[in-house]
């Protein structure tokens, strides 16, 4: 009997070329695939809910595979995370219905992105926030992010597929920023992202606090619907996905 596996799972990407399988370099699906494959002894094919990037993190990540082999999920937990290198783990499986998809069923992320604050980095934060020497005001980067809040065609702050140049249009549904000493921690919640969404809006935030754009035309940024108005790009390190919504969204 056909069976549907569906695997939460952990993931420090600096190591690997993002999520996806490519032709060249190590990616985080590619591995785990093979760490699976190996268990179960047969060819699967493992969905994700999210591209991510390369260098860019994972707490909550979600795939799912099938098989008909009848080993107990958490064995198949044990064994997955026994072959699996140190910085990719598995952290909760189940079994799902047959139907069930983890990229098509979806019903939203929230991601976090992270930036180190003060004038000297911290050898604990290396690969793991986006290192800012000079003061970042919380409060008005809050300000300056909300922009982004809503409903819209984000073309001019992304890198669009030819598959999403057909719908760029968007809905982000909360953004927060908190400072906790020298960690400002940016939490973005919506329905879905494009590619390099996320990291263009807090880089363009950034240089709205810079002066480098003017952050009350942020909004008329979205009517330009060209990325050379937004040119800017925070470093994949800062971004982790945090969780993917399905029965339980919370907007």
Same mark, same amino acid.
């Given at each position: 009997?056909?069976?549907?596996?569906?695997?939460?799972?952990?993931?420090?990407?600096?190591?690997?070329?993002?999520?996806?399988?490519?032709?060249?370099?190590?990616?985080?699906?590619?591995?785990?695939?093979?760490?699976?494959?190996?268990?179960?002894?047969?060819?699967?094919?493992?969905?994700?809910?999210?591209?991510?990037?390369?260098?860019?993190?994972?707490?909550?990540?979600?795939?799912?595979?099938?098989?008909?082999?009848?080993?107990?999920?958490?064995?198949?937990?044990?064994?997955?995370?026994?072959?699996?290198?140190?910085?990719?783990?598995?952290?909760?499986?189940?079994?799902?219905?047959?139907?069930?998809?983890?990229?098509?069923?979806?019903?939203?992320?929230?991601?976090?992105?992270? *930036?180190?604050?003060?004038?000297? +980095?911290?050898? /604990? &934060?290396?690969?793991?926030?986006? @290192?800012? #020497?000079?003061?970042?005001?919380?409060?008005?980067?809050?300000?300056?992010?909300?922009?982004?809040?809503?409903?819209?065609?984000?073309?001019?702050?992304?890198?669009?597929?030819?598959?999403?140049?057909?719908?760029?249009?968007?809905?982000?549904?909360?953004?927060?920023?908190?400072?906790?000493?020298?960690?400002?921690?940016?939490?973005?919640?919506?329905?879905?992202?494009?590619?390099?969404?996320?990291?263009?809006?807090?880089?363009?935030?950034?240089?709205?606090?810079?002066?480098? *754009?003017?952050?009350?035309?942020? +909004?008329?940024? /979205? &009517?330009?619907?060209?990325?050379? @108005?937004? #040119?800017?790009?925070?470093?994949?390190?800062?971004?982790?996905?945090?969780?993917?919504?399905?029965?339980?969204?919370?907007?």
């Amino acid at each position: 009997m056909e069976r549907n596996i569906k695997i939460t799972l952990e993931y420090d990407g600096t190591n690997y070329m993002g999520w996806q399988i490519q032709k060249h370099g190590k990616t985080v699906q590619g591995t785990l695939k093979e760490a699976i494959e190996k268990i179960l002894n047969h060819k699967i094919t493992l969905t994700g809910a999210s591209r991510t990037d390369a260098g860019v993190h994972a707490l909550g990540q979600v795939a799912n595979f099938k098989t008909s082999k009848e080993i107990p999920v958490e064995k198949l937990k044990t064994a997955i995370n026994g072959l699996l290198p140190p910085d990719i783990k598995v952290i909760e499986i189940e079994e799902v219905p047959l139907n069930f998809n983890a990229r098509l069923d979806s019903k939203g992320k929230t991601y976090i992105y992270r *930036i180190f604050n003060r004038e000297v +980095p911290s050898p /604990f &934060e290396y690969k793991r926030a986006w @290192f800012i #020497p000079y003061k970042i005001n919380e409060t008005e980067l809050q300000e300056v992010l909300s922009h982004f809040i809503g409903t819209h065609d984000f073309t001019t702050f992304s890198k669009l597929s030819a598959d999403e140049k057909k719908n760029p249009i968007r809905t982000i549904d909360k953004i927060d920023v908190v400072r906790d000493s020298h960690t400002i921690t940016i939490t973005v919640t919506g329905r879905s992202f494009l590619r390099h969404m996320i990291r263009v809006i807090v880089a363009t935030g950034v240089e709205a606090i810079k002066g480098k *754009i003017d952050k009350k035309t942020i +909004p008329e940024l /979205f &009517e330009k619907r060209n990325r050379k @108005f937004a #040119p800017f790009l925070a470093p994949p390190e800062g971004l982790y996905l945090m969780k993917v919504y399905y029965n339980d969204y919370p907007f």
